[in-house]
Nanobody, 124 residues
């Protein structure tokens, strides 16, 4: 079983910065896309940012220009740098690692691994 380990987060005042990161406990001969989601109290979980196996990045409109996702290579930790934080960025940030692997018979297998989530609190 692959575990997703998240770190970082915490509390900061509006305008401040925080980083979160996530890494899988093990990587196999697969391709990996990693996405960050967040869920504010009383609200649905929403996509924040993602980076695919080729390094292509995507962002929610609400965080463009303020958040940066990065990764040295697909089997290394993913970092989400968050700047100019706003109170509405508060939430439980959860990492999802999507794996696409070639099976022994030449087919493809897909697995999704979720982290436990890490709290980010931005006060006004």
């Amino acid at each position: 079983e692959v575990d997703v380990v998240e770190s970082g987060g915490g509390s900061v005042q509006a305008g401040g910065s925080l980083d979160v990161s996530c890494v899988a406990s093990e990587y196999e001969d697969c391709t990996y896309d990693t996405k960050w989601f967040r869920q504010a109290p009383g609200k649905a979980r929403e996509f924040v940012s993602g980076i695919d196996n080729d390094g292509k990045t995507t962002y929610a409109n609400s965080v463009k220009g303020r958040f940066t996702i990065s990764q040295d290579n697909p089997k290394k930790p993913v970092y989400l740098q968050m700047k100019s934080l706003k109170p509405e960025d508060t939430g439980l940030y959860t990492c999802k690692i999507e794996a696409e692997c070639v099976t022994v018979v030449g087919g493809r297998a897909y697995e999704n691994y979720w982290g436990q989530g890490i709290e980010v609190t931005v006060s006004s």
